[in-house]
Each structure stands twice: as structure tokens, then as C-alpha cells.
């Protein structure tokens, strides 16, 4: 223990020259105390020998082992001022070899000196980041408990561990805070829009959104169009409405909704089905089968909607093939095709 | 889709409402007449469904109220050059869009240095559909990019809603049209 205490020293003082800050003496004093109890605790693995052995050699040697290991950011940018690679090497060696306990000491105690330093910059505090915090923690180190003990001390500030080679100023920390909230958001967005599993990236998904938007809205519009067709006095009447099956399919009382036009979808998957399937769809329409009320999403709107506009409009030519409807449907088509 | 059926229960009933007002208050509309008002009042039940808080339901209120009342002006028959007035300036603004647009091209003529890296491609990409959405977006041009996406998933969903009971409706009085 004594050979170890005098390498630490060693690399310590011999590393760094006249200013010991308190910092560092507070470090060589967790390091010391950690090392302490390493040699008491029982369960000695190999790694922990082997690198006591590095301490004993060179510290180069010390530094090729520990780049060869994970790196730990967390000790990293709260010493980002001191780049001195003795000392970094010196922290990595300790912080990989501790047990939970010791390693929250000594988190708790860097950690502490980050808060005080940056305690003068008040960053705003959000409770629902602490998950974030979590999660950017995880992929480091394996403190989620200390993380939330910190938290739960202070609650009045963000805590954002800087990740390794990283700036650590509160713009860069505050910005990327407001990143990965959009990211997240962006993941549910990827759950609503179908067809954007597949995408990664910022602008291709948006790319697809606006796609979806826009299609949803020209639908909405096209829609309206046919209502204002369909009924030429604008009276809907909702209790005949209601007494067709149809009707009371799509507005169930068990919440589940089915879709009413989905015989015409799942015709949908080859073009040329589209005009002799209508004919027959249309007679069937009052009689719809409850199984088919199953598949939910169109797996491809944009292109769907096209087609779709297709499909009612000639529906709608076999329903009521009047002149003037017709020049109307042509008009909405040519709309809808720009 | 967390309480979808509920939204479009709820969009219907106030749909119907709206129209049935609409209704109340003309009598024989033309095609065009008619589209526009079941849309405006589609737009008025769906911005008021669920909680009204948020931006683009507001802008939506907005938006149809002028709609609605530029309305109201063109029917009455005699439009006098003040009512005429106030028309041009709810439309949104022609000239206003000259000034954007003029001032997007001079700060184009400064910005000499087009850098090619993809980085910054990838942004420029991204400031663009930004921008392009904010556009679709009723309210959108106030909006910052973390509210943005907010506020799309919302629009989304309700735009869902409002489709599907639309379709729901169309086909079924198609229906009762063929069987009376």
C-alpha cells in the first residue's frame, strides 16, 4: 500500500508542478482513502492487481492501459481546465477499478466541485430532464442512483454531464439540452407518420412530414368538396345517419374504431384492381363484413391519397353520373394531381 | 392513438352544430358556397376539440373568424369602399410578402461564402423544411423549433381525426342517397 501511496504521490506532485489546488489535493485524498479500502475490501480481481501494477510502472505505460479501457468522461470535464495526461491517467486507473461504492464518493465529491463552479451560471432547472440526464449517464458510467441523489439534493439546476471531448460552457450545455429534446420529440413524430421507421436524420424526416401534412389537408379539402356535392341542402342528419350500420361502425361505443372504407384499401395494392373492384365494392357497402375492420394504418399515405382520390372519384361518377357532377370531379381531380 | 374516437365524437358533434348554424342562416348555397362553409366549420370544431391551449388552435380561431367575417362582408350585397378597405388588409398581405422577400434577396447578396461541407448542407436542409412547415402550420411562423414539433404531432393527430370522420360521413350519406 505504501508502494502505491508513494506512485500516486509521485505522479501527483511530480506531474503537476507548484500550484496544488484544492482540487487536486482533494482528489490524491479520495484517491488515497480509495485505495485504502481497496486493499482492505476482500474481493481482489485481477484487474484491480493489475493495475496497481501499472502504478508501479511507468506512466506511459499506465496511459496506454487506461486508453485501452472505457474512458470515463465524467472525471474528464470536471477537470477540463488541468489537461495534464498524468492526471488524467492517474483518475482513469483509480475510477476503473472501484467498486459502487467507492465510485459514488468519489462522484459525489467531483461532482460537487463541478456544482460549485458552476454554480455562478444558473441554468433553468426541468424536472422532466432528469430522465435525460439519465439516459446520457448510462452510456458512460453507471450512476443512475447518484444522478437522481444529486437531483433530488439541488432542484434548482439542470444537471448535464458534458460527455468526453466536449465543450462545457453553458451555452453548449444548454443547447444541447434543447437538441436532444427535439430529437426525442422527433421520435414520436416517427411513430405517428408511417413510413418514417426507416429514416434517420433530421431532414429527411421532416422532408416526410411536411408530405404527410400537406396530403392530410388536401384530403380534408378534397373531402369537404365532395360533403358540399353530396348534400345539396347541407343538412346532415344525424339520427338517420346513425341508423345505418355504417355509421355506428366507425363510432363505436367500444372505442374501437374501424375503418368504413377499408374494403376499398385493401384493394388498393395493384392499380388495376381499382375500377372493376368499385363496381362491385359499392353494392357490398351496406354489408361489411366485422373482420375487415382490422388493418388500421395505410402504410403509405402519400402515395395512397392520390390513388384514393382516384377511387372516389369514380365511385362517385357510378353513383350519380350527372354532367355538371362530373365536370366538378374532373376539376377536384386536376386539383388534387398538381 | 390515445383517445382518438373520443376526439372524433367529439369533432362530429360540434361539426354538426356548426353547420347546422351555418345552415340556419342561408338558404340555397352554391357548390363553392357550401365547400366553404363545411370547411370553416370543420376548422372550427376541430380547433376547439380536446384542450384549447395550444398555438395552433388559436391561430386556427383566428384565422377562421376572418375568414368568417370577410364572408359575412361579401354577402351583404352593398359593399361600401370602407368594408372594401378593410378586406384588403385582413387578406394576407401581397405587398407585405414583396418586403420579405426583398430583404431575403439582399441578405443573399451578402452572404458570399457558401460553405460545402456537409454539415452545414444538412442544416441548410433542415432550416429550409423547417421553414416550410412553419408554413403549413396554422400559427406557425411564432413558433420556435422545440414548439414546433409539439405542436405538429398535435396538428397530425386531429387532422387524422378529422379526415377519417369526414370519409366516415361522405360514405355514409352517399349511402343513404342510394337507399333512401
Known amino acids: 500500500m505504501l508502494h502505491c501511496l508513494n506512485t500516486s504521490s509521485n505522479l501527483v506532485g511530480g506531474g503537476n508542478i507548484s500550484d496544488m489546488t484544492v482540487l487536486e489535493r482533494q482528489r490524491a485524498r479520495i484517491k488515497f482513502q480509495n485505495e485504502h479500502q481497496q486493499f482492505s475490501g476482500n474481493g481482489f480481481s485481477s484487474s484491480h492487481q493489475q493495475q496497481f501494477m501499472m502504478l508501479g510502472c511507468d506512466s506511459a505505460l499506465g496511459e496506454i492501459v487506461t486508453n485501452s479501457m472505457k474512458p470515463d468522461p465524467d472525471y474528464e470535464n470536471g477537470f477540463d481546465e488541468e489537461t495534464v495526461k498524468k492526471r488524467k491517467t492517474d483518475n482513469k486507473v483509480d475510477l476503473n477499478s472501484k467498486d459502487k461504492r467507492i465510485k459514488v464518493c468519489v462522484e459525489e465529491g467531483e461532482s460537487k ?149 377499408n374494403p376499398a384499401y385493401l384493394q388498393f395494392n395493384s392499380a388495376q384492381q381499382l375500377v372493376s373492384c368499385c363496381g362491385g365494392l359499392i353494392n357490398n357497402m351496406g354489408i361489411i363484413p366485422p373482420e375487415i375492420g382490422l388493418c388500421r394504418n395505410i402504410n403509405a399515405p402519400t402515395s395512397a391519397s392520390l390513388p384514393e382520390i382516384f377511387l372516389d372519384s369514380s365511385i362517385f361518377t357510378h353513383i350519380l353520373p350527372s354532367s355538371t357532377w362530373e365536370g366538378m370531379v374532373e376539376a377536384s381531380n386536376m386539383k388534387m394531381e398538381m | 392513438m390515445r383517445n382518438l374516437s373520443s376526439l372524433k365524437k367529439e369533432f362530429l358533434r360540434k361539426w354538426i352544430k356548426g353547420l347546422r348554424k351555418y345552415n340556419s342562416q342561408k338558404k340555397n348555397m352554391n357548390l363553392l358556397e357550401r365547400k366553404k362553409a363545411i370547411k370553416l366549420s370543420a376548422d372550427l370544431a376541430m380547433a376547439s376539440t380536446k384542450d384549447k391551449t395550444t398555438l395552433w388552435r388559436k391561430a386556427l380561431f383566428a384565422n377562421t373568424s376572418t375568414k368568417i367575417d370577410d364572408e359575412q362582408d361579401m354577402s351583404t350585397t352593398s359593399s361600401t369602399p370602407q368594408k372594401k378597405v378593410i378586406r384588403k388588409n385582413s387578406t394576407n398581405s401581397y405587398p407585405l410578402r414583396k418586403r420579405i422577400t426583398g430583404r431575403r434577396k439582399i441578405l443573399r447578396r451578402n452572404h458570399t461564402k457558401e460553405r460545402v461541407e456537409a454539415s452545414f448542407i444538412a442544416m441548410r436542409l433542415v432550416k429550409k423544411r423547417t421553414r416550410k412547415l412553419k408554413s403549413l402550420l396554422p400559427g406557425g411562423k411564432f413558433m420556435d423549433d422545440s414548439c414546433l414539433v409539439d405542436e405538429t404531432l398535435d396538428y397530425i393527430e386531429s387532422l387524422k381525426a378529422q379526415v377519417e370522420v369526414m370519409r366516415c360521413l361522405v360514405t355514409s350519406s352517399e349511402l343513404f342517397i342510394n337507399q333512401p
Open chain 1, 113 to 261: 466541485i463541478v456544482e460549485q463552479r458552476k454554480g455562478q451560471k444558473n441554468t433553468k432547472f426541468n424536472n422532466g430532464n432528469k430522465n435525460k440526464r439519465e439516459n446520457c449517464e448510462d452510456s458512460n458510467s453507471k450512476e443512475n442512483s447518484k444522478g437522481s441523489e444529486i437531483q433530488n439534493q439541488k432542484p434548482d439546476y439542470i444537471h448535464v454531464r458534458a460527455r468526453r471531448g466536449q465543450a462545457t460552457d453553458s451555452h453548449s450545455l444548454a443547447e444541447r439540452v434543447r437538441r436532444e429534446k427535439i430529437s426525442e420529440r422527433m421520435k414520436y413524430l416517427q411513430d405517428l407518420v408511417p413510413g418514417c421507421n426507416k429514416i434517420a436524420g433530421k431532414a429527411g424526416m421532416l422532408d416526410e412530414i411536411i408530405n404527410y401534412v400537406q396530403s392530410l389537408q388536401r384530403q380534408v379539402e378534397f373531402l369537404s368538396m365532395k360533403l358540399a356535392a353530396v348534400n345539396p341542402r347541407l343538412d346532415f342528419n344525424i339520427d338517420e345517419l346513425f341508423a345505418k350500420e355504417v355509421f355506428t361502425q366507425n363510432f363505436p361505443t367500444t372505442g374501437i374504431p374501424s375503418e368504413m372504407t
